[in-house]
């Protein structure tokens, strides 16, 4: 897979090192040449310039890339290059960062962002995770389609333990996509027989994700 990611700081870095040692190929924008020479991206390219410019993207290989990841510590670059990206170069993915949690509404398809990621909120779901067992927690908004992954793990007593997957009504636009158990991945077959603790991933728009809540919350 070819990847560009705009933004040579900890958090592009280190996701251009876990890429690139993963197999794939990896560019990095970075418009700050002290930033980029201070960074460690262990084999992965390097381009010189700002991301919101289309030569420089060009220069990236953006015209090839499967993935943009807009990295940046600036909401307004990291908007303008998934919409570059998007519309100008045809990359049929784009993950972007999002600094500042007053802008996450700007992250949609109509600035070409599939995924919109947050460091506040995924720390606002992780903490929820770890102390609510039975509620149902939205862990990442997809733009792509409206869809959200959220995440439900069965608590003590709940009606869902000893269920098959398959015998639970669960609602069509929610697919069950995961079941985790002791940290490790389990089928989510219809013959799979959930147990207390079990972590349930589900893909939901906001519809089904209220229709799923009425499931599994009440």
Known sequence: ???????????????????????????????????????????????????????????????????????????????????????????????ARVNNPLNDWLFDESWGVDVAVSTPSIMTALVEEAVESGDLVRLLRLEAGGAALTEFRIPSGHWLRGRRVGTVSWPAAAPLVAIVRDGAPRSSTPDEVLEESDELFFLADAEAEGALRRLLVG
């Open 1 to 95: 897979m070819r990847v560009v990611i705009a933004g040579a700081g900890a958090v592009g870095s280190s996701i251009a090192r876990e890429l690139h040692a993963h197999g794939h190929e990896v560019s990095v924008v970075e418009s700050r040449a002290d930033a980029a020479a201070r960074s460690d991206l262990a084999g992965a390219r390097t381009v010189l310039g700002d991301a919101t410019d289309l030569g420089v993207l060009r220069r990236a290989g953006a015209l090839g890339a499967d993935v943009l990841v807009a990295a940046t510590g600036d909401d307004r670059a990291n908007l303008v290059a998934s919409l570059l990206a998007r519309s100008e170069f045809g990359v049929g993915r784009t993950v």
